[in-house]
């Protein structure tokens, strides 16, 4: 028995699963307060399901990027746990689950997060041997510099680029397939994902990626204190 649980975005969700069949599922909408539902939707997974806690043999845990409070909450639920009943953690990132989603197998798949402020989280895969596989991960990227990584055709998955949408270049949205169906990451699509990274609760970190506001508004102050004459 295996559990999934991504906090990373506004939709939260959890399952269980078993020799690639879903056993049981809770989705919810509660954007930058998962900690205040994650327990009450494991409580409901396991009731439904009929399944201990202690007959959960591996815990997949979506680590980010994304938001920096649901990345927590994700990231300490799991790691709870993991550490209350010796289960071993995989981690994965939200990008590469979102590219799992894409079923177009013949281009490089770009997947793509919101990193606010006018620039967005970027992992580029593609299919080799019918396995994903990482080109490059985990980039911030400004919005005004897409055209330098998105050079040749590929399918776009997530939904980073939308509230950017209207000033993104016409050369860069032209070399963009994307279905509405690629925009939101579903955990079913582990059933057919493995990894050979097994790590212990101490070693599940979380994938921020870039600072969060108060760090870089932090930093900005020590650099201005260190050019004050």
């Known amino acids: 028995m295996q559990l999934a649980v991504n906090t990373c975005e506004a939709h939260g969700e959890m399952i269980l699963f078993k020799d690639q069949k879903v056993i049981a599922t809770q989705c919810w909408e509660k954007e930058f307060s998962h900690s205040e539902v994650i327990s009450e939707y494991f409580q409901k997974l396991l009731a439904f399901s009929s399944v201990k806690p202690n007959e ?19 990231v300490n ?16 990132s939200t990008l ?35 396995r994903l596989t990482s080109l490059w991960e985990n980039k911030v990227v ?14 776009l998955c997530g939904s980073g680029l939308e509230r950017y949408k209207n000033r993104i270049s016409p050369d860069v949205t032209k070399l963009i397939l994307q279905k509405e169906e690629w925009k ?3 955990l079913k699509d582990l059933l057919n994902w ?3 990274l097994e790590l212990s609760w101490e070693n ?3 994938l921020y990626v870039k ?19």
């Open 184 to 186: 939101k990451s579903q």
């Open 211 to 229: 600072n969060s506001s108060a760090e870089e508004k932090q930093k900005e102050n020590l650099e201005k204190s260190q050019t004050r004459p």
């Open 77 to 92: 639920f799991a790691k709870t746990l993991s550490y209350s009943f010796g289960i071993p953690l995989v981690p994965i």
């Open 96 to 130: 590469e689950l979102l590219a799992l989603r894409c079923d177009e197998r013949n281009k490089k798949i770009l997947a793509c997060v919101d990193a606010q402020k006018n620039s967005v989280f970027l992992s580029q895969y593609e299919y080799q041997n019918s």
């Open 194 to 196: 493995n990894s050979d």
């Open 56 to 74: 959960i043999k591996k815990i997949i845990c979506v680590n980010g990027p994304g938001s920096f409070t649901g990345i927590r909450v994700g």
């Open 204 to 206: 599940l970190h979380p």
């Open 142 to 155: 400004e919005i005004t510099r897409l055209a330098e990584v998105i050079r040749e055709p590929q399918t």
